[in-house]
């Protein structure tokens, strides 16, 4: 069973950078696509990037232009680089493969990770 290991969160200002990693402890199948996805207390699991096997990227509306989600197969690793840090983008953030699609919803892959929070207060 793979294992998701997120790393990279902490306490930053509006407008500041991080950069979130998450390491896959076995292989994930270079097929799937990886997502990034985020969660508060009031709000549901949401995805908010990811990146096919082919290299292709797809951002929610509310991180387009500041986030840039990456992929290191020889790593097997998946990394959140983000900029212009808004305190709404304050939640714990969690790395998971794509299974499939249920309409519009990611189908996770693998058990979750204990993510890891974010938090964006001045």
């Known amino acids: 069973q793979v294992q998701l290991v997120e790393s990279g969160g902490g306490l930053v200002q509006p407008g500041g950078s991080l950069r979130l990693s998450c390491a896959a402890s076995g292989s994930i199948p270079s097929v799937c696509p990886m997502g990034w996805y985020r969660q508060t207390p009031v709000k549901e699991r949401e995805l908010v990037a990811f990146?096919?096997?082919?290299?292709?990227?797809n951002y929610a509306d509310s991180v387009k232009g500041r986030f840039t989600i990456s992929r290191d197969y020889a790593k097997n690793t998946v990394y959140l680089q983000m900029n212009s840090l808004k305190p709404e983008d304050t939640a714990v953030y969690y790395c998971?493969?794509?299974?499939?699609?249920?309409?519009?919803?990611?189908?996770?892959?693998?058990?979750w990770g204990q993510g890891t929070q974010v938090t964006v207060s001045s």
């Open positions: 998971n493969a794509i299974q499939s699609w249920a309409g519009a919803d990611p189908v996770a892959s693998f058990d």
């Open positions: 990146i096919t096997s082919d290299e292709i990227t």
